[in-house]
């Protein structure tokens, strides 16, 4: 299997994130892209390449122009609003524009940050946009080359992207790199394409971006908004609007949940997939349903990322795959490993 990978990805490197009103370590860090390339490089029949330098077009079609700017610039901005120059701390927002409030864009650089972002758990920092945009290629490359005939290509992508709206940050996300795959595939002829989501959280970017789409089905299997991360969105009753109405499907799932119980979910995702009749699947898939992972409450062992991949496979529709969570970074090569493999080998 074709790999995208490049150094790119390891620039970002949020120093912190709050857990319980106290800063840890941030758990999105460049050490899982690491371990997963390591995974990989030792690992059978996967062939390493770099992505182009270059801004995919598809990034244009899937997010607002105005929010594309204000990444690119945001950190040189924030760097002079503190004026630590080397020493600048991570950018957080402090307040957001909710109910109550007013949603007109504010001039200053703290006042942008709150307009654009979605939470306060994701640090923007000095590489931010590099990693993110070295990412989306990633992602926009392996399309590519999926259009271009290969059965699967993954795109080792970081920061993740499936929380990263139209034109909102959040959730260690800020370009959405499984929605620039889905649009590369339709700009390269595909008039139909599928987007499994089989991170632990709902996947709320992909979803809004292509809600109101009738092209692209968004299909998420994930823990309950109820009890957990995004909360907002990824509610069964989700089911897209207007053009887009049957083709959005949430399978929230409870705390808990094992293998067993994510089967049944995955058995129905690709039952929808299939008679949706996509030409071409896009697999957004993080590691965080993994026993182990500190943010889940599910039990999904590695053995069972192998049957997952395996499962995705049999549907028989060339798949991109790009990385979204998982934050047992020691375990997370040999978990992503097992997973692609399980595609590779059914
Ligand atoms: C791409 C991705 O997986 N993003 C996840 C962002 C989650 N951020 C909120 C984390 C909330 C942690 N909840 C506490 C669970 C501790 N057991
Ligand atoms: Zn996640």
Redesign the pocket.
């Known amino acids: 299997m074709r790999v995208l990978y490049t150094p790119g990805v390891l620039i970002h490197a949020p120093r912190s ?1 709050m ?2 009103g106290t800063m840890i370590p941030a ?2 860090c460049p050490a899982r892209a690491v371990i997963v390339r390591d995974a990989l490089t030792q690992g059978q029949g996967f062939h390493f390449e770099e992505p182009p330098g270059t801004v995919p077009p598809a990034l244009g079609r899937v997010h607002d122009r105005d929010y594309l700017e204000f990444l690119q610039t945001a950190w040189p901005r924030w760097q002079a609003h503190i004026g630590q120059g080397d020493d600048t701390p991570d950018a957080f927002p402090l307040i957001f524009p909710v109910r109550t409030l007013n949603e007109t864009r504010p001039k200053a650089i703290d006042g942008e940050l709150s307009y654009y972002a979605m ?1 306060t ?2 640090p923007l920092t000095a590489g931010a946009w590099e990693s993110a945009l070295a990412s989306a290629s990633s992602a926009a490359e392996a399309a590519h080359r999926v259009a271009g005939g290969e059965r699967a290509a993954f795109a080792l992508t970081r ?5 990263a709206a139209a034109g909102k940050f ?4 800020f370009l959405n790199n499984a929605a620039v795959a889905a649009q590369t595939l339709l700009d390269a002829g595909a008039d139909k394409v599928a987007i499994l989501d089989l ?3 709902h996947g709320n970017g992909t979803q809004s971006i292509f809600q109101a789409r009738g092209d692209v089905l968004v299909v998420n299997i994930h823990a309950d908004p109820d009890f ?3 909360f907002f969105l990824g509610r069964a009753d989700e089911t897209g609007e207007g053009p887009g109405e049957g083709a959005t499907l949430n399978l929230p799932l409870a705390r808990g949940t094992g293998w067993s119980g994510y089967a049944e979910a995955l058995e129905r995702a690709c039952a929808a997939i299939a008679a949706f009749g996509a030409e071409a699947l896009v697999l957004s898939w ?1 590691f ?1 349903t993994y026993e182990g992972d ?4 599910f039990k999904i062992a590695r053995d069972d990322f192998a049957r997952m991949g395996e499962r995705a496979a049999g549907l028989g529709l060339p798949s991109v795959i790009v990385l ?4 047992a970074t020691a375990s997370l090569g040999g978990n992503v490993a097992a997973g692609l493999s399980g595609f590779a080998g059914a």
């Open positions: 994130e857990k319980h758990r999105e939470d758990g994701t920061p993740p992207g499936h929380h959040g959730g260690y996300c991170d632990y959280h957990e991360f995004p993080g965080d500190p943010l889940s409450t979204e969570g998982g934050y």
